[in-house]
């Protein structure tokens, strides 16, 4: 049994860390891209930029087992397969570079052997632990510990609680960092074009195809390369034939976008079928507005980095800061690499101005986890040099790891997370037939409503459109394929304004006030083609926002009313019934940014529903939106004419 243990204690790790990240699986869909994510994997649709089209694939695989789960969980599921099976790479991989240190330069392994001395039994423990050097058995220890201490960092943990892209490209960037090192390593046959080196090629072109910012690795990689290889005729050579595996295989799977949107998917963000299309999409054009926008952007983000280390690995900093300084000076090749890829995946995200901007530092967070082990094996080291029993050592570092469990494990746990769809469900649900909602929710209901509407099939008769995507060609064309009718009445202006945003669309000169007051046209037209036939509904976010500011209108004689959580479009003037607040809205203990705002757009809503009932003299209903207010969204500010409700 303890042969087997030794033997697969990196399998070992992996199962207990997905052991852990079952008790804390979101059950349905969260905030932002889950929704829209989980639809495409089961759907085979297109994802939102860059496409993720491995991703894509391997979910829609997955998704397809008749496991007795719903969609949305079993891809959860399988977000937790990825981030468990990255944690068991990240373990395997930190006990090869502590059997390769010598690699790495720094340690002089003494060629003499050392002498045993009667009743001296640690005289050979003693010469193996020079440098870096441990037992096999401190090594499989330092190993384990290091890939718990990953596996329960913050941002790390979080992915392994719902379908996202990040718990993917965590398992292949550990792959890619595995094959890497064994690379670097082996260097059996300097004349020959190395097998690890091409089957780092082949790791790097699944990296890519499931996400860019695996480029992030590539400052690392170069300086392992040529520091093994040399600037010289072979290797240059090998690259070569590197690059003759890494391309055409990461054309293959990048294939499958301009495939599928050849066949009209339900969802097809972008619509790549073609070159100029793909390579748009491809490159996150749509997104590159906020990268390298601003020093202030990058400061604002550099000082939340800094500030959220310690909720990423909380005491384990120590080890973070020891760990480097022990690399620094005994294994510096393991350094630089390191290091280059810590500032490089730092100082790239620093530049991506998004709310959402933790998981652009996992490989950051990686390459602390590698230097946390550094600072281990230096803490199980200096035990055995002070004769101190492993117990000891062995005991602070499962209270480091107990520490870092608590740390996040009330931020990541998603067990109890069903806000978004029971927000998306009752908004859905409330909705007369046939309704049309006019939104840019996509955090709160546009991403969760692609999926209960298209692969739940709940309530589709509803339209959601969401607005921002409104100023995209391929949206058009989705709308179009999903709901024929939608733009029948405004088509001419629709052609207007797509011939005008062409040229913005390939970076060429483009008139920003024609595209700008086309756009607005079509955002009152929707409403005044589509009003006599179906119920117009609109966001909150709409009036507070654009409307606020002039950049929307209404049809002349439309007006609003305050229904639900949306705002009715109206031509009259007369009272308007709307749904009383008898809705199911399970909000979790603790709250991050995405719920307090969710719920501060509810109760701001029900407030105006209240207002709006005073104003006709219907005291009594009002009072039911305000003790609905004060019952669930306690947090949230009356204003003091519906305070007097309460009092009364």
Same mark, same amino acid.
């Given at each position: ?20 990240? #079952? ?105 193996? #632990? ?519």
């Amino acid at each position: 049994m303890i042969i087997y243990l030794k033997k697969y204690f990196y399998v070992l790790t992996g199962i207990a860390a997905l052991i852990i990240y #079952t008790f804390t699986i979101a059950p349905t869909v969260i905030q932002i891209d889950a929704g829209e994510l989980a639809t495409v994997q089961c759907t085979l649709g297109i994802a939102h930029p860059t496409g993720y089209p491995l991703f894509t694939m391997l979910g829609y695989l997955f998704s397809q087992l008749p496991l007795p789960f719903s969609k949305i969980f079993q891809l959860n599921i399988l977000a937790s397969l990825y981030s468990a099976a990255a944690v068991s790479v990240f373990t395997f991989t930190a006990k090869f570079i502590l059997d390769n240190l010598q690699s790495f330069r720094i340690i002089k392994v003494s060629k003499t052997k050392p002498k045993k001395k009667k009743g001296h039994a640690s005289t050979a423990q003693k010469e193996e #632990t020079k440098g870096l050097e441990l037992t096999e058995n401190l090594k499989i220890f330092t190993s384990i510990f290091s890939g718990l201490f990953l596996a329960l960092s913050k941002t790390f943990w979080f992915q392994s609680t719902s379908v996202e892209v990040y718990s993917l490209h965590l398992l292949l960037i550990s792959i890619i960092i595995l094959a890497l090192l064994k690379a670097f390593v082996n260097t059996e046959n300097e004349k020959a074009i190395s097998k690890y080196w091409l089957i780092f090629a082949i790791t790097l072109a699944f990296g890519f195809a499931n996400h860019m910012t695996t480029l992030l690795v590539l400052l690392g990689t170069a300086y392992l390369y040529f520091n093994q290889n040399r600037f010289n005729k072979k290797s240059f050579k090998q690259l070569f034939i590197m690059l003759l595996i890494f391309f055409p295989l990461l054309f293959l799977i990048y294939s499958y976008l301009p495939i599928r949107a050849a066949q009209n998917p339900v969802l097809n963000w972008g619509n790549p079928i073609d070159w100029e299309r793909l390579l748009r999409h491809i490159s996150g054009k749509q997104y590159q507005v906020w990268l390298f926008s601003s020093t202030v952007a990058a400061s604002k983000q550099l000082n939340y980095f800094i500030s959220n280390l310690t909720n990423e690995f909380s005491i384990i900093l120590f080890l973070v800061f020891w760990g480097i300084i022990i690399s620094f000076l005994e294994a510096r090749k393991l350094f630089t690499f390191l290091l280059i890829t810590f500032l490089t995946t730092v100082l790239y995200s620093i530049n991506y101005d998004i709310n959402d901007i933790d998981s652009y530092f996992l490989l950051a967070y990686i390459s602390l986890a590698f230097f946390a082990m550094i600072g281990t094996v230096k803490l199980f080291q200096i035990s055995m040099q002070k004769k101190l029993k492993i117990i000891i050592p062995i005991i602070c570092l499962t209270l480091f790891a107990g520490i870092q469990f608590y740390s996040s494990y009330a931020e990541t746990n998603q067990r109890q997370n069903y806000i978004y769809e029971d927000y998306t469900k009752a908004l859905l649900k409330n909705l007369p037939q046939n309704s049309i909602v006019f939104t840019y929710q996509w955090d709160y209901l546009v991403s969760p409503s692609y999926y209960f509407q298209i692969v739940e099939h709940y309530r589709k008769d509803v339209t959601v459109i969401d607005k921002e995507l409104l100023r995209r060609s391929w949206y058009y064309s989705q709308l179009k394929t999903n709901h024929p009718q939608l733009l029948a009445g405004i088509q001419p202006d629709v052609n207007k304004f797509l011939d005008a945003l062409a040229p913005f669309e390939r970076s060429e000169n483009f008139n920003a006030n024609l595209l700008e007051n086309l756009f607005r046209k079509i955002l009152t037209g929707l409403i005044s083609t589509n009003i006599d036939k179906h119920d117009y509904f609109i966001g909150p976010e709409i009036i507070e926002g654009e409307m606020r500011r002039g950049e929307f209108q209404l049809p002349n004689g439309c007006t609003l009313v305050p229904y639900l959580f949306l705002f009715k479009v109206v031509k009259t003037t007369d009272y308007v019934e709307a749904p009383l607040p008898n809705f199911t809205i399970r909000i979790p203990e603790i709250k991050d940014k995405y719920i307090i705002s969710l719920e501060k757009i509810i109760g701001s809503m029900l407030a105006r529903r209240a207002i709006y009932e005073l104003q006709f003299n219907k005291s009594e209903l009002a009072k039911v939106y305000v003790n609905k207010i004060a019952a669930e969204f306690p947090d949230y500010s009356l204003p003091p004419e519906l305070k007097k409700l309460i009092l009364n």
